[in-house]
Structure formats: C-alpha cells, structure tokens
C-alpha cells in the first residue's frame, strides 16, 4: 500500500508561483510512473505532468513552459513547480503514481485569482 500526501497549495494571484509536493510512503524508484492531475469543478480529471521511473516527462499542453515536475529520490518526493499562473489553473490538484496499481493522493487546492 502507498500513500501520498499532498502539499502546498493555495491562493494565489494570476501572473503568481506556487510549488506542489508529493511525499510517497515508500521508495518512488519503485513507482512506474508518478505526476500529477488536476480536477476543476465540473470537469473531469486531467493529466498535469508525469514523470516515469527513468526519468521521462509529459505535460499538458495547456501547461507546457510554465510547470515543471521534478523528484527527488532521497525524499521520497515529487514536485510540480507552477508558474505563470492564470485563472484556468484554478482546480483540486492531485498526485498519482502507479506501482503495478494506481494510488491518488487526497488533494490540494489551487485558487487563481484574477
């Protein structure tokens, strides 16, 4: 069983910086993949960045340039940088990783402000 526990969200303005954290209960070399997905009101849950074992990354389109997603292996934590924040990045952000099942994270909430 994996748990992760999510961090650093909030409210910020737009044109603002917030740094995510996601700290895994065991090994996240083990993981297959980990990343992270977002949830606005309304919507359905969508792929933010992700970044595999090897060390591979994928982002959003709608998030490319402006996140980045980093780990740290000795923590046992991955990171999602965000930057250049806009309204439309306002949702519940949640951390996954697969470790031959999927495991969520219980969510942070990101605001936006205008």
């Known amino acids: 069983q994996v748990q992760l526990v999510e961090s650093g969200g909030g409210l910020v303005q737009a044109g603002g910086s917030l740094r995510l954290s996601c700290a895994a209960s065991?090994?996240?070399?083990?993981?297959?993949?980990m990343g992270w997905y977002r949830q606005a009101p309304g919507k359905q849950r969508d792929l933010v960045a992700i970044?595999?074992?090897?060390?591979?990354?994928n982002y959003a389109d709608s998030v490319k340039g402006r996140f980045t997603i980093s780990r740290d292996n000795a923590k046992n934590t991955v990171y999602l940088q965000m930057n250049s924040l806009t309204p439309q990045d306002t949702a519940v952000y949640y951390c996954?990783?697969?470790?031959?099942?999927?495991?969520w994270g219980q969510g942070t909430q990101v605001t936006v402000s205008s």
């Open positions: 996954y990783c697969n470790a031959f099942k999927a495991y």
């Open positions: 065991g090994s996240i070399l083990s993981f297959n993949f």
């Open positions: 970044i595999t074992r090897a060390g591979s990354i």
